[in-house]
T-cell receptor, first 114, second 112 residues
Framework: AQSVTQLGSHVSVSEGALVLLRCNYSSSVPPYLFWYVQYPNQGLQLLLKYTTGATLVKGINGFEAEFKKSETSFHLTKPSAHMSDAAEYFCAVNDGNQGGKLIFGQGTELSVKP | ETGVTQTPRHLVMGMTNKKSLKCEQHLGHNAMYWYKQSAKKPLELMFVYSLEERVENNSVPSRFSPECPNSSHLFLHLHTLQPEDSALYLC???????????FGSGTRLTVV
């Protein structure tokens, strides 16, 4: 069965510092992986996704993630944090069937200190 | 605007009221979902509709009743709710295959 684990429910960084949000997955089929961002009282917005091809995926707002099959990881990074990056981030994996259902991680809240 | 529209954005209702949440998408997606998001809790998948047929119901109390009249519209009918049902209710849709979800902005529900 598919599952997603996000390490750290809360991450705090200083403005300008590296952002690293960790995601590990378990999948019985080649995974499709996603990162979503949620700002307060909003829905989730797709940041980036990995389906096939290049393992380094670039997304919106300067974020990127690298699919590492050997480590079953899909960590999200951004070289320099901005105050506007403060939000909740969710990693997700496809459920392994032909439908579009996703399995979400618990979420990581990112705080950015001035 | 994401392509998935939820109305209303905010709703306050008494425990004896009946109300409905609406979700609409015109992205050509064939699956739609209802999620509940409570403070400090993970996303809870409530219902899944694929091609207008309910394919998943995750032990949701009967006071929540979904309806999917066509592939573009999804409703969540609410009646005799409890204060613990107060949460952000999110609708999402997805295409056939593995393209990921598009979410609406959610309905913030408060039960008093």
């Amino acid at each position: 069965a598919q599952s997603v684990t996000q390490l750290g429910s809360h991450v705090s960084v200083s403005e300008g510092a590296l952002v690293l949000l960790r995601c590990n997955y378990s999948s019985s089929v080649p995974p499709y992986l996603f990162w979503y961002v949620q700002y307060p009282n909003q829905g989730l917005q797709l940041l980036l996704k990995y389906t096939t091809g290049a393992t380094l995926v670039k997304g919106i707002n300067g974020f990127e993630a690298e699919f590492k099959k050997s480590e079953t990881s899909f960590h999200l990074t951004k070289p320099s944090a901005h105050m506007s990056d403060a939000a909740e981030y969710f990693c997700a994996v496809n459920d392994g069937n032909q439908g579009g259902k996703l399995i979400f991680g618990q979420g990581t809240e990112l705080s950015v200190k001035p | 605007e994401t392509g998935v529209t939820q109305t209303p954005r905010h709703l306050v209702m008494g425990m004896t009221n009946k109300k409905s949440l609406k979700c609409e998408q015109h992205l050509g997606h064939n699956a739609m979902y209802w999620y509940k998001q409570s403070a400090k809790k993970p996303l809870e998948l409530m219902f899944v509709y694929s091609l207008e047929e309910r394919v998943e119901n995750n032990s949701v109390p009967s006071r929540f009743s979904p309806e999917c009249p066509n592939s573009s519209h999804l409703f969540l009918h609410l009646h005799t709710l409890q204060p613990e049902d107060s949460a952000l209710y999110l609708c999402a849709s997805s295409p056939r295959g593995q393209g990921g979800y598009t979410f609406g902005s959610g309905t913030r529900l408060t039960v008093v």
